[in-house]
């Protein structure tokens, strides 16, 4: 069986209005990040984990070495810098197609609790940087023993 509806051209203007609102609104397509950023600028990829008392930061810094990243940490702020420099063996002309991107990059993080600078941890592996940041004491949860009334009253 089916339902007749009536029909009320009000309704298809203001349906038809809507969609035409949405279409101006949107973006017919969404350019790639690569197309939006200056083609200088050099944005390492990085994962952030929480483990128990610590977070672990991974960089992805291929090419980089070492001895050419410096990482900084200001209370609970994070600094990552280097540079990712170019090869000079082949001439700019002789290029059919340049995706890697050179130069300097500095990536800034902010950890949501204060961590032990003292105890931070850098390892570099396979063009990947391992910082392990264990929080500090203050923040770490603390487990309070419950006593019974007369425990406290024999104290």
Same mark, same amino acid.
Request: zero cysteines; aromatic letters at 4%.
């Given at each position: 069986m089916t339902t007749l509806t009536r029909w009320e051209p009000f309704r298809e203007m203001a349906t038809m209005r809507d969609t035409m609102e949405r279409l101006f609104d949107e973006p017919l397509f969404e350019p790639t990040r690569l197309w939006r950023r200056p083609l200088d600028e050099f944005r390492p990829a990085l994962d952030i984990a929480e483990e128990d008392g610590a977070y672990i930061v991974k960089v992805s810094v291929p090419g980089v070495k070492p001895e050419d990243v410096e990482v900084t940490l200001t209370e609970n702020a $994070?600094?990552?810098?280097?540079?990712?420099?170019?090869?000079?063996e082949v001439k700019e002309e002789n290029y059919h197609l340049r995706e890697r991107?050179?130069?300097s990059f500095m990536r800034n993080i902010t950890l949501p609790v204060a961590v032990d600078a003292n105890k931070v941890e850098a390892t570099h592996e396979?063009?990947?940087?391992?910082?392990? $940041?264990?929080?500090?004491e203050e923040v770490k949860p603390k487990k309070i023993a419950v006593k019974t009334v007369v425990e406290a009253k024999n104290k």
């Open positions: $994070l600094t990552v810098k280097g540079e990712v420099k170019e090869d000079k991107h050179f130069g396979n063009g990947v940087l391992t910082l392990h $940041l264990p929080k500090s």
